[in-house]
């Protein structure tokens, strides 16, 4: 089983920018889809962006899209989330999972439960 390991958080001012990491052990990062999720104080997490084993799938919540960008480098084992235009509503604690699912025509990767491992979150706080 993979093991996950984000970093890059921080606290910045609205509009700034952050690039957070994830690193994965193990040698089968390249056969996961690797996603990004937020959970904000008194709310559920909720799906932000996913980089598909190929490249080919590659989505965004509406709420980051055009702002986020997510890539990957499995010589590294990594995944990246960068993030521009940071906003207030932004602020939550960032978690990076390992998608085992094979599908992504309905949506399968928006869904907790299709994610086989995760990280330990990483802050986020953007004032305004």
């Known amino acids: 089983q993979v093991q996950l390991v984000e970093s890059g958080g921080g606290l910045v001012q609205a509009g700034a920018s952050l690039r957070l990491s994830c690193v994965a052990s193990?040698?089968?990062?390249?056969?996961?889809?690797m996603g990004w999720f937020r959970q904000a104080p008194g709310k559920e997490r909720e799906f932000v962006a996913i980089?598909?084993?190929?490249?080919?799938?590659?989505y965004y919540a509406d709420s980051v899209k055009g702002r986020f960008t997510i890539s990957r480098d499995n010589a590294k084992n990594t995944v990246y989330l960068q993030m521009n235009s940071l906003k207030p509503e932004d602020t939550a604690v960032y978690y990076c999972?390992?998608?085992?699912?094979?599908?992504?025509?309905?949506?399968?990767?928006?869904?907790?439960?299709?994610?086989?491992?995760w990280g330990q979150g990483t802050q986020v706080t953007v004032s305004s």
């Open positions: 193990g040698r089968t990062f390249s056969t996961y889809g």
């Open positions: 980089f598909g084993r190929s490249g080919v799938n590659i």
């Open positions: 999972g390992a998608y085992s699912g094979y599908y992504y025509s309905e949506r399968q990767y928006e869904r907790q439960y299709e994610y086989s491992a």
